[in-house]
């Protein structure tokens, strides 16, 4: 516990504020919450700093996406057409076929290759593929919670594993620590979204069963 908090010490002050907020996006995501849009901006927002710094040009890249894909999350999750239909005034959570998911992994995972060959040859990038393997699904990821799909949280699960070992050899422990934390609050995640999901179609399907009583 000492060493762990004398590491965490070393971490910036920027880099602690990044953890926080990245928290609150998780925890206000779990529960549907709008807010987790903003916590997020702001996170990466300073991870964007961070990570270029840390010659981690993917992630550097995959930051700017955030803020961009949080601002369209926030507008999805209330004001997207899906939106206006569901019965909380959101977005309804949804679900997608494996075969929709394989045929999205086979193109996926080639162009993470190509980039990370790319960047291996004509940049100083370090390591390339993990980094570049992990950014692109990350894109994908980030998409799906935007469209609030119960699928992101098992590749955010795998993606989180991956991201604890890349930061945490290239000196953010404090982030390497927060992704440990993220890959137990995805599984949660994924669990509350199935639930809820499963909640969703009981009342529908209850609705239905009222109306064609009445």
């Given at each position: ?14 880099e602690l504020i990044a953890v926080g907020m990245a928290v ?58 899906a939106a206006k239909h569901g019965q909380t005034g959101q ?46 699904f990350s894109f994908f990821a980030t998409f799906l919670v ?69």
């Amino acid at each position: 516990m000492d060493k762990l908090l004398s590491l965490l010490a070393l971490s910036s002050t920027a880099e602690l504020i990044a953890v926080g907020m990245a928290v609150a996006y998780v925890l206000l995501a779990i529960r549907q919450s709008l807010w987790c849009w903003p916590a997020a901006v702001i996170s990466a927002s300073i991870y964007t700093v961070l990570f270029f710094q840390g010659r981690l040009y993917m992630e550097t890249l995959l930051q700017v996406f955030y803020v961009v894909m949080a601002v369209y999350g926030y507008w999805s999750w209330r004001y997207s057409p899906a939106a206006k239909h569901g019965q909380t005034g959101q977005l309804p959570i949804r679900s997608q076929t494996w075969q929709w998911h394989l045929q999205w992994g086979l193109v996926l995972l080639p162009l993470s290759l190509a980039i990370a060959w790319l960047l291996q040859r004509y940049t100083d990038a370090d390591f390339a593929y993990l980094d570049s393997i992990t950014t692109v699904f990350s894109f994908f990821a980030t998409f799906l919670v935007a469209r609030k799909l119960l699928e992101n949280w098992l590749y955010w699960i795998v993606i989180d594993l991956l991201y604890v070992g890349l930061f945490w050899f290239k000196g953010f422990h404090a982030t390497s620590i927060l992704f440990a934390v993220y890959t137990v609050m995805a599984t949660i995640g994924y669990f509350k979204w199935r639930q809820a999901l499963k909640d969703e179609h009981e009342n529908k399907t209850d609705m239905r069963m009222e109306t064609v009583a009445e």
